[in-house]
């Protein structure tokens, strides 16, 4: 008889200290008997998301990973992770709603190609929440296609000044300042005249309008510049170099989160599998099939973030092969929210008690099996796989950029 091996990852011994000293973090400061921030609704959520940020800026938890200097913790990658992955097994976030943009994209963006001066001025003041930052990328003709960006910013005197749009402004309504991508050459290749700009959206020149959404929420956002301004020196990695640090964004954009995101959607398909089981659908053999599928695709998932974070260990900053955990979690999620319509029925079409707390990504840790809850995550993950880089757009960069196949023929 053949023999199966399983292969489970392990961390050292220095680890496994670490790894207890965040658990008894925890344990000092969640309430007792704290189930996850899934058991919370409406108000409560928001609550306990702004103590729960305050509490980790105290404690130097909230960029575990910049420098001790700019006021992070000075974290290794290995103890960044089992952090998160402590954090989501206690169904906590390891920061605010724009703390993704301001930390985790900017910042780290600013470690690498800001100025000294950007990083001294603006790094303290988003730790602090004194600056809460929103994405400006997108627009109606360059979404997938960044190299068409269109919004104009040309310098007048001792500032830039902009004309234009952008679209699918995540949590744009939060958020005081923008880091944008602009055209600052008309006369350059698309992708040679495009400058990264720090935009103060504090003024009379920017208008932020909600989208409504397919869930009902609107996390989404249109800005508009009209005659916008921002100074000479608030662009990142020099004038018409903006391509080079937008990809370096959206490398930490998607790549970071690889290691520890299995964790949430490990949680996700357990509570979909007792939802099965609760509804005696545990035995009929096609759901069993679709459950088993979903729960081999989420422990890929967890081994390909472990591959991750061998690299990380190896100091390799995110690149294009976060391209691979994007598509893969995106359209994974697509076919086991459908499953979770199948299991629910006809009363998917009547969803019924708590609405998911996010708009993106799975349902919270602790959350209840309530229609409404499968039903919200499942109308949010028809746009994963379109937000942070369409599919399509995702699978041309593991070919061309990773892969090193040829190029898809450009049109005229």
């Known amino acids: 008889m053949a023999t199966i091996l399983l292969m489970l990852p392990v961390y050292d011994v220095d680890a496994d200290a670490y790894r207890a000293k965040v658990k008894s973090f925890l ?3 969640l309430p007792s008997g704290f ?3 899934g058991t919370l609704e409406g108000d409560e959520v928001t609550e306990f998301v702004t103590d729960w940020r305050k509490t980790l800026y105290e404690s ?3 960029a ?17 992770v089992i952090l998160a992955e402590e954090f989501a097994l206690a169904g906590v976030p390891t920061g ?10 900017l910042g780290n963006t600013l470690l ?3 100025s000294e001066e950007q990083r001294e001025y603006y790094l303290p003041r988003v730790l602090s929440g004194e600056d809460t930052w929103c994405q400006g990328y997108s627009e109606p003709n360059a979404g997938s296609d960044l190299g068409n960006v269109g919004l104009k910013a040309h310098l007048d005197g001792d500032q830039w000044v902009l004309n234009g749009q952008k679209i699918w402004t995540s949590a ?7 880091f944008t991508l602009a055209r600052t050459d008309p006369d350059a290749p698309k992708h040679k005249g495009i400058s990264f700009l720090l935009v103060d959206m504090r003024q009379p020149g920017v208008e932020v309008r909600p989208i409504k959404m397919l869930n009902g929420d609107s996390e989404f956002n249109e800005v508009f510049y009209t005659d916008a301004v921002c100074p000479k020196d608030n662009v990142v990695g020099g004038v018409n170099n903006g391509w080079a640090v937008a990809m370096t964004l959206l490398g930490f954009e998607r790549g970071e989160s690889a290691a520890t995101m299995p964790i949430r959607f490990q949680a996700e398909i357990d509570r979909l599998l007792m939802l099965a089981a609760e509804r005696g659908l545990t035995k009929d053999p096609v759901i069993r099939q679709d459950l088993m599928k979903a729960y081999g695709k989420v422990q890929i998932m967890r081994y390909n973030g472990m591959r991750v974070l061998t690299q990380f260990l190896k100091g390799h900053h995110p690149g294009p092969d976060a391209a691979i955990s994007k598509l893969y979690w995106s359209e994974y999620h697509l076919t ?3 499953l979770s319509t199948k299991i629910l029925g006809a009363e998917a079409m009547v969803p019924v008690g708590r609405r998911p707390s996010s708009s993106f990504q799975t349902d919270d840790t602790g959350a209840p099996n309530s229609s409404a809850s499968w039903v919200g995550t499942f109308l949010s993950a028809r746009a994963g796989t379109i937000y942070a880089g369409s599919s399509q757009v995702q699978r041309n960069i593991i070919g061309e950029m990773v892969l090193g196949l040829p190029k898809e023929p450009r049109p005229a």
């Open 64 to 80: 575990p990973g910049w420098p001790q200097k700019y006021g992070g913790a000075g974290l290794s990658a290995l103890e960044q």
């Open 96 to 105: 605010g709603p724009n703390d993704t943009f301001g930390i985790q994209m």
């Open 172 to 178: 744009g309504h939060l958020a005081d300042h923008i």
């Open 336 to 338: 086991v929210t459908e």
């Open 27 to 29: 344990a000092d400061k």
């Open 60 to 62: 130097g938890y909230l």
């Open 35 to 37: 189930r996850g921030i």
């Open 112 to 114: 690498i190609m800001g």
